[in-house]
C-alpha cells in the first residue's frame, strides 16, 4: 500500500532543471554579450544584453540555491541548509527585483532611445533630402556649366571659323558704319587698296571710291533694297592706280530698323578685266591679221599690173614730158601702196622671214646706231640697261629691227611736244627661258582710252600724213610670229618712283635654246 | 571620487551594511523585518517580475518586430509569467502545508507526500515541478539571443532596428 505520493520526481527535476537553467542563462547572455559587442550602437542590443545579465543572475542564483540545497539535504545536512537558506532567498529575491527593475526601466530608456532615433531618423531623411537635393542643385549647376562651357565653346569655334574666314579671305570683305566709315577690314582689303593696317584707320568710303556717284548708288541700294549683288565698281589704291571691284553688301539693321551699317565683299576684277580685254584684243587681231591678209593679197596683184603697165607706158614717152611725169607719180605712189601692203602681210605674217640666232643687244646697238643722231637733235637722251648675258634668240633680225625702230620712232615722237626726255632701253634674260626687253620714254603717254587700240592697223594718233598707223601693228605681227608676246605700259609704274608718266614697251621674246621653247604661242599684251 | 574616499571612511560606509546582510536575523535596523517579511518580499518581487515580463511581452507586440528572434522572446516572456504565478502559487501551497505532510523517514530521495492529498498537497506538488516551465522560458531566451546574434552576424538585424 502506497502511504503517500513520492517527491523524488520532484527532486530531480529540481536538480537537472537548476542545472539546464543556469546553462541556457548563460548561453543566452553570451550570445547577448556578443550581439551587442558586434553593434555597440545599438540599443535595443545594449538592453537585451542587461536584461539577460539579470536574469542570469537571477537564474544563477535561484539555481546554485536549489542545487545547494538538495544537495545539502540529500546529505543530511538540512541545518547547514536552514542557516544558508535566508541569504540564498535574500539574494534570490533581489536578483528578482533587479530582473523586473532592469527589464521595466532600462526599457524605458530604449523607448527614450527610440524617440530620440525617431527623430535622428527625421533628421537624417531631413538631411538625406538636403542632400538629395543639394546633389539635384550641384548637377544643374554642373549641367548649367558644362552647357555654358559647350556653348562657349561653339560659340568660339564659331567666332574663329567666321574670323578666319575673314582674314583669309582673298577677296576684300569690310564693315562699315552709317557714316560710311570703314570699321573692320580684312588684310586682303588692305592689300587690294595698297594701305598698311595702321594707315587704314579711319578710311571712309570716299577716300577709295573712284567715283562719288558710286558711294550714292552704293547707300541708295542698301537702303532700298538692304542688299547689293554685283555691283560694278572702281577702286583707288593708295597710289592713285585704279582697280576694278564687283562689289556685294548686306545692310546691318540696329533695333529701331534703322540701318547701322554694312557688310560688304569686294573682289578685284581688274585682272580679270585686263585678260577679257587682252582676249578681245587678241580675237580682234586675229580677225584684222586675217582680212589685211586678204586684202593684201588681192590688191598686191593690181597693184604690181598698176606698177608694170606705168613702167611700160613710161618708155612710150620722152624723159620730162607731161605724160612721163605722171606715170611717175603713177610708180610712186603705187609702190608706196605696196609697201603697206607689204606691211600689212607683215602683221599679218604672211611674209617670209628667215630664222638664226639673234643677239638682242646687237640688233639694239645697229637701231641706236641709227636713230641715236636724230634723237639727239631732238634733246632726248638714250640710257642703256643690257644684259650682261648675250640675250640670244631664234628669229628674222631684219624684222625684228623693224620693230626696235618702230619703238624708238613712237617714243621720240612723244617727246617731241615737251622738247625732250629721256629713252630707256633695257635686256634681260627673264624667267622661263625668255629675253626680255624693254623700250620706255619720258613722254606724254597713252590715253587710257587708246590703250586697247594701239596694236589695230591704220589706228594712229599723229597728224595725218605722218603715220600709216601700220608700225605697232606691223611690231605686234613680228614678235607675235617670233613666238614672243608685247606689252605697253602706260603710265609706267617705276618700282622706285612710282607712277611716271610715260609709256613702257616690253616685249618678251622665247630665249634661243630652251627647251621649254613653243615656236609658236601666240599672246599678246596691251 | 573613489580615490578621494579614504579606506577607513570606506570601512566604516561598508560595516552597517555587511553586518544587515550577514546578521538579518538580528538586523540592528531602527524597523524590525522579522516574521514573514521577507516571504511577502519575495511574493512582491514575483508580482513585480511578472508585471514587468507583461509589460515587455507587451511592447514587443505594440512594437510590432518581426522575426523568428522576436517570435522566441515573446515566448519566453509567455512561460516567464506563467512560472512566475505558478512560483507565487507555490509559496503560498509551501506555507499552507502542515507539518507532517512529508516524510522522510525512509531518507530525503524518498520523501513522500502523505496521503490523504488534498487539494493544497495537489497544488504543492504541481508546482513543486515549476522547473518544467522555466527551463523552457530560459531555452526560448537562449534561442531567442542566438537568433538576433546569428541575424547580427549575417548583417540581417531582426526587428529591422
Known sequence: ?526 | MESMIPAFSRILILTPILSLILFCQDAWALQTHGGSEGVVVHQLAHIQYLGALGYLLWDIRRSGFAGVGWLYLQRFCWLMMIWNGIAFVGHFAQMALPDGAISTEDGYLSALLLLPVSFGHWIYYVTALDHLVITPALFFLFLAMRSFSRAAASDKVEGGR
Open chain 1, 1 to 526: 500500500m502506497i502511504a503517500g505520493i513520492p517527491l523524488f520526481p520532484a527532486i530531480l527535476v529540481d536538480i537537472i532543471g537548476s542545472a539546464a537553467n543556469i546553462a541556457f542563462a548563460f548561453l543566452a547572455w553570451r550570445h547577448a554579450r556578443s550581439l551587442s559587442r558586434r553593434q555597440p550602437g545599438n540599443f535595443v542590443w545594449g538592453y537585451l544584453f542587461y536584461v539577460t545579465f539579470a536574469i542570469a543572475a537571477f537564474t544563477i542564483s535561484r539555481a546554485v540555491g536549489h542545487l545547494v540545497k538538495q544537495f545539502l539535504l540529500i546529505a543530511g545536512h538540512a541545518e547547514v541548509w536552514y542557516v544558508i537558506s535566508p541569504y540564498s532567498g535574500g539574494f534570490n529575491t533581489l536578483f528578482m527585483i533587479s530582473v523586473a527593475a532592469v527589464m521595466i526601466f532600462y526599457h524605458k530608456g530604449v523607448q527614450a532611445y527610440e524617440a530620440l532615433e525617431n527623430e535622428a531618423g527625421k533628421l537624417k531623411n531631413a538631411n538625406r533630402e538636403l542632400e538629395a537635393a543639394a546633389t539635384q542643385l550641384q548637377n544643374l549647376n554642373q549641367t548649367l556649366e558644362q552647357k555654358v562651357e559647350e556653348r562657349t565653346e561653339e560659340l568660339s569655334q564659331s567666332e574663329k571659323k567666321f574670323r578666319h574666314l575673314f582674314s583669309a579671305s582673298k577677296d576684300m570683305v569690310f564693315f562699315c558704319d552709317s557714316a560710311n566709315r570703314v570699321v573692320d577690314m580684312n588684310d586682303s582689303g588692305f592689300e587690294m587698296l595698297g594701305y598698311r593696317r595702321e594707315e587704314g584707320t579711319g578710311l571712309a568710303l570716299m577716300d577709295f571710291f573712284t567715283d562719288p556717284a558710286g558711294i550714292d548708288e552704293f547707300c541708295r541700294r542698301l537702303s532700298d533694297d538692304g542688299y547689293i549683288k554685283d555691283l560694278d565698281l572702281g577702286f583707288l589704291r593708295s597710289d592713285g592706280t585704279a582697280i576694278s571691284v564687283l562689289l556685294s553688301a548686306t545692310a546691318i539693321f540696329g533695333e529701331d530698323g534703322g540701318m547701322i551699317g554694312a557688310e560688304v565683299i569686294a573682289k578685284d576684277l581688274t585682272k580679270l578685266k585686263i585678260m577679257m580685254e587682252q582676249l578681245a584684243a587678241s580675237e580682234k587681231m586675229a580677225s584684222i591679221g586675217q582680212m589685211a591678209a586678204g586684202v593684201a593679197h588681192e590688191i598686191n596683184t593690181p597693184l604690181g599690173i598698176i606698177l608694170g603697165y606705168s613702167q611700160l607706158l613710161m618708155d612710150d614717152f620722152a624723159e620730162g614730158s607731161e605724160a612721163y611725169q605722171s606715170l611717175q607719180v603713177i610708180e610712186r605712189q603705187t609702190k608706196a601702196s605696196r609697201k603697206i601692203v607689204a606691211d600689212l602681210l607683215k602683221f599679218s605674217r604672211q611674209s617670209g622671214s628667215s630664222r638664226e640666232d639673234v643677239n638682242i643687244n646687237d640688233i639694239l646697238g645697229d637701231v641706236m646706231a641709227v636713230t641715236e643722231h636724230t634723237l639727239g637733235l631732238s634733246h632726248i637722251q638714250v640710257r642703256r640697261d643690257l644684259a650682261a648675258e648675250k640675250p640670244i634668240v631664234v628669229g628674222d633680225a631684219e624684222k625684228l629691227r623693224q620693230v626696235f625702230v618702230n619703238l624708238i620712232t613712237n617714243a621720240h615722237h612723244a617727246m617731241l611736244e615737251q622738247g625732250g626726255g629721256e629713252i630707256l632701253i633695257r635686256t634681260a634674260n627673264g624667267e622661263n627661258g625668255t629675253v626680255m626687253v624693254e623700250v620706255r620714254d619720258s613722254g606724254h603717254g597713252i590715253a587710257e582710252k587708246n590703250l586697247a587700240k594701239i596694236f589695230d592697223p591704220f589706228f594712229t594718233t599723229k597728224p595725218v600724213g605722218q603715220g600709216t598707223g601700220l608700225g605697232l601693228s606691223v611690231s605686234y605681227g613680228i614678235i607675235h610670229a617670233h613666238g614672243g608676246t608685247i606689252e605697253v605700259e602706260s603710265p609706267v609704274h617705276d618700282p622706285q618712283r612710282g607712277t611716271v608718266a610715260g609709256t613702257l614697251f616690253r616685249i618678251r621674246l622665247p630665249q634661243s635654246g630652251y627647251e621649254g621653247q613653243q615656236a609658236d604661242s601666240p599672246a599678246m599684251s596691251v
